[in-house]
């Protein structure tokens, strides 16, 4: 069965404090694996697509990796603004499996 | 670019009445889909349409129902609301093909009480 699970659940930094949020799957088939950020009464919002094992992308105080079980977006120094949820999404085709989120929250 | 809009925003329903949730998106996109967001649950997806002119279920699709007007419109239709209907909905399209991303709507708010 196609999975993908998100962790921390909740994630409290202090304002350029470090961190990873991590994403792990099975699923047959990957055709791309996505982090999306998602603010408060908003649709998710694109951040990055992977879509092989080795492969990053960054952007701003953001890094996304892949392996080819987990996916972990590592997080530089952050600000408050950076507060949000941060879905993963794996790609099989036609759909797209879906993980809790991580919600983060970043304090001045 | 309005990318893709959702109408509406918020609904109240009362237990059995029916309802559409309108989604269209002008960015020439061949899939379209919509999902639910619950507390703890995460996007569940209830209908896909990969073109114009199919519709698929997803994982969790009893009690909607779905539309492909044309290539720009995805309608959903609750005909009985439940409470258990209560929930977040995203509309959400993407060009169609395999590994490209999806685009987001901003969600209607639905209660049924």
Sequence with gaps: EDQVTQSPEALRLQEGESSSLNCSYTVSGLRGLFWYRQDPGKGPEFLFTLYSAGEEKEKERLKATLTKKESFLHITAPKPEDSATYLCAVNTGNQFYFGTGTSLTVIP | ?113
């Excluded at chain 2, 061949?30 to 698929?56: C, F, H, K, V």
């Design chain 2, 1 to 113: 670019n309005a990318g893709v809009t959702q109408t509406p925003k918020f609904q109240v329903l009362k237990t059995g009445q029916s309802m559409t949730l309108q989604c269209a998106q002008d960015m020439n996109h061949n899939s379209m889909y919509w999902y639910r967001q619950d507390p703890g649950m995460g996007l569940r997806l209830i209908y896909y349409s990969a073109s114009e002119g199919t519709t698929d279920k997803g994982e969790v699709p009893n009690g909607y129902n779905v539309s492909r007007l044309n290539k720009r419109e995805f309608s959903l239709r609750l005909e009985s609301a439940a409470p258990s209907q209560t929930s977040v909905y995203f509309c959400a399209s993407r060009p169609g093909a395999k590994g490209e991303k999806l685009f987001f709507g901003s969600g209607t708010q639905l209660s049924v009480l």
